[in-house]
């Protein structure tokens, strides 16, 4: 029944597999526990039907064999009452269906075994979804856990990037070399401004010495 052979699918599942394969596990665990449940409510309603169906192959079984019994009872008379023909067509009927009885028996037997295969797969899928539900706040808290985790390791690794990291270096060592040429110039108009008031000075003394030596000289 393509039925079990869903129902085999799905307890068979290993949980932590289908999330560790999903895009979204959270999505994934909701929506296995939707297809259990789905599947559980199948199984009981077929359960239900295969049941009722054991009952009724019974029922037709248990009216054969009355029937064998019956004609029996005829055949019997027939020969008590030295009918041999109304004794050969009733035992005719109690052949056809003791024939008839076989084969109920048969169905009622194979009938007993889709059941019990039914109730079992109920069994197992109930086990199942009570499993899931159980795991599934774990589940979903685990898979956070794993995301989270590797959004941290790419992270790292980012920050890990040796091209990355050059380019830093680059970007570093210019800013420095800006910073020293801004330096160097502000020294260097220093350096001017320097000397340009020491020449002043030395201009100054200049003409003090000149006007000391012309005193002297009386000039």
Known sequence: MALLERVSTLVRANLNDLIDKAEEPEKMIKQVILDMQNQLLQVKTQVAIAIADQHLLEKKQKENEDKVAEWMRKAELSVDKKQDDLARASLLRVESYRELSENFTQQVSDQKAQVEN?????????QKLTEAQA????LIAQSRRARAVGKASDARLASGDGSKTAAFDRMQRKVAHSEAVSQAKSEIAGDNLDD??????????????????KQKRGA
């Open 118 to 126: 039914l109730k079992s797969a109920l069994r197992q899928l109930e």
């Open 135 to 138: 795991k599934a706040d774990v």
């Open 196 to 213: 340009r008031l020491a020449a002043l000075e030395k201009e100054d003394r200049i003409e003090q010495l000149l006007a000391e030596l």
